[in-house]
């Protein structure tokens, strides 16, 4: 079959077709290539301390140094457990710079989830945050953990960070006690690696870009979570990918400084490709260290002009129903970014219509450093598709005999490309390339005749009713529409009849919001078998930290009070 590519023919002018990712010798000499560019630039904001280029620099160098310092094997893998907090970067950038690799945690784990991640990475060294050093606590027997360097939210705001430490720690008392005296444990406070890092001599590394740099897990919505092997080449890749997709609107800025907003965390993929574009770029990041605290995020956001807004369908609307939004000043935001997961035409109309700034949504997967799929960032409307392959990425939609389907069919979503993973630490890797070497990423959609694609849901979330295909994310979107209906979420669930059948589980306004008022919408917008046959009404949808609905614990529940 001859491949044809036809998304090629919808490229902005400015965009490439492809880019080089052996542009560099190695993912430092970008970053290095940034701080001389943009040395006295600001870098990042947070809680109202600014950190220019050279600041970062030169506290990843003393990171570097003093991790060296350790002597650590070469190879090793170091964690890091934070939330977005300004010495995250120099931390993530220290552990390559000194040629390790790390693995970025997510700082809301329970000790069970950090245990697995440690545990299946090795790793032996971690950077937390004391607010979560308790979960550490809790396993760090179980683990292989040797040296725990420990850090305090304000440990780089000068003497803000004196107030902050206190109010965190007296005032809003968000770090549980904890005790880390096991004597087989070297535990270090990270203003004392700074303070001797920068007095210690770095040595640069021989690096090559097919060494491993992150070592990035996947959500584990559906079990445990996987290890993704991330090249540098991978990460050079996707940070080239991502700045020329921007650059159509991104070359018309006439401010000095770009500002994005960093409210997702930069433990994520999504997050971490978008610090990767924005430092080669020159951007100053607003780092937001809890986005939960919506009050307290618009009232960041009123300090400065922002141009770029990345966030999940749920922090977009989070944001449109606080009363305080509206009254931002929206005149400098180009773009406004939404990937993680699908969004809804309700936000992206009601995010249009309040920001001025059309949503425009994206595809990414942890396994390509969050790159695959967007919508052309100059359009202005929401057209309901997660848009078209980026620059080098090739996309095939294969059935489950592994041909390739036709224009408008569903089949599985399968991706080729120099950002792409070579697979799973610690995995066996055989089945999740196709023949021909394209990563199976377990997402159905459908490609239009222009080589727009449409995520239709996750292959493993597809509900089978009667032999008819139902995706969740479809009902969810219908159903959204229904007044009264806050949230809501789908799965299947077993039936003796039709092999699966429909439940759905509703977060509702009030008690208005009957069993019987969602069974009539249904069947008035919904084809039969696509109806929910079981509705259950719960305060609230279980989500992982950056807004997806986990429906894996929804079918651990269900599974539980039926058996």
């Not at 991790?67 to 931390?91: C, E, T």
């Not at 032996?124 to 292989?144: H, P, S, Y």
């Not at 610690?426 to 023949?435: A, E, M, P, R, S």
Request: hydrophobic residues 40%.
């Amino acid at each position: 079959m001859t491949v044809t590519k036809p998304w090629l023919d919808h490229y902005p002018s400015t965009v490439p077709k492809t880019i080089d990712p052996d542009l560099y010798g190695h993912l430092i000499e970008l970053y290095e290539e940034s701080f001389e560019r943009f040395r006295f630039h600001p870098m990042s904001i947070c809680m109202g301390v600014t950190h220019t280029y050279d600041d970062i620099d030169k506290a990843s160098l003393a990171v570097a140094a003093w991790l060296q310092a350790q002597d650590l094997p070469k190879g090793s893998i170091v964690a890091l457990m934070m939330p977005n907090v300004p010495q995250y970067l120099p931390i993530m950038i220290g552990i390559l710079r000194a040629g390790y690799v790390c693995t970025p945690i997510n700082p809301l784990y329970t000790g069970r989830e950090l245990r697995h991640q440690l545990n299946d990475s090795g790793a032996e060294t971690i950077f937390i945050v004391d607010n979560f050093a308790q979960a550490l606590e809790q396993v760090v027997g179980e683990t292989a953990i040797k040296r725990i360097i420990l850090s305090k939210m304000g440990d780089m705001m000068g003497l803000k960070g004196i107030l902050v430490n206190t109010v965190i720690r007296q005032v809003k008392r968000l770090v549980p006690k904890y005790s880390l005296n096991d004597s087989r444990l070297e535990v270090t406070k990270f203003p004392d690696v700074l303070k001797t890092g920068k007095n210690l001599t770095f040595e640069r590394p021989e690096m090559v870009l097919t060494q491993k740099a992150i070592l990035q897990y996947t959500g584990g919505t559906t079990g445990l979570s996987k290890g993704a092997v991330l090249t540098q080449r991978n990460i050079v890749a996707a940070a080239l990918q991502s700045e020329v997709w921007y650059r159509p609107v991104t070359s018309e800025i006439d401010e000095v400084y770009i500002n994005m907003v960093m409210a997702l965390p930069l433990y994520h993929i999504f997050a971490f490709m978008l610090s990767l574009l924005g430092m080669r770029s020159g951007y100053t990041f607003i780092l937001i260290p809890n986005p939960r605290d919506i009050s307290g995020f618009i009232k960041t956001l009123s300090k400065q002009p922002f141009h770029i807004f990345p966030a999940v369908n749920t922090l977009f609307k989070g944001l449109l129903d606080h009363p305080n939004f509206k009254n931002l000043d929206f005149s400098a935001l180009r773009i406004s970014q939404a990937g993680g997961m699908a969004a809804t035409e309700q936000t992206a109309a009601r995010w249009l219509e309040v920001t001025g700034c059309a949503m425009i949504e994206g595809w990414g997967m942890t396994e390509g450093v969050a790159v695959g799929t967007a919508n052309i960032v100059t359009d202005r409307t929401f057209n309901g598709t997660i848009g078209i392959p980026g620059p080098g990425v090739d996309i095939i939609v294969i059935n489950d005999d592994n041909e390739r389907v036709g224009i408008n069919q569903a089949g599985e979503m399968c991706i080729k490309g120099p950002n792409v993973t070579s697979g799973y630490f610690n995995h066996d890797n055989k089945d999740i390339f196709t023949h021909d070497g394209y990563f199976r990423t377990g997402d159905i959609v459908s490609m239009d005749e222009k080589g727009y694609f449409t995520l239709l849901d996750r292959k493993k979330d597809m509900i089978l009713v009667s032999g008819f295909n139902v995706f969740p994310t479809e009902i969810e979107s219908v159903m959204l529409n229904c007044e009264g209906i806050i949230d809501c979420a789908v799965i299947g669930v077993p039936d003796d009849r039709q092999g699966e059948a429909v439940k759905m589980f509703v977060v509702p306004a009030d008690d208005h919001v009957t069993e019987s008022v969602v069974r009539y919408f249904a069947l008035d917008n919904l084809t039969g078998y696509k109806c929910p046959r079981y509705i259950e009404f719960v305060d609230e949808l279980p989500k992982s930290n950056v807004g997806k609905v986990l429906r894996q614990k929804l079918r651990e529940q269900h599974t539980t009070e039926h058996a």
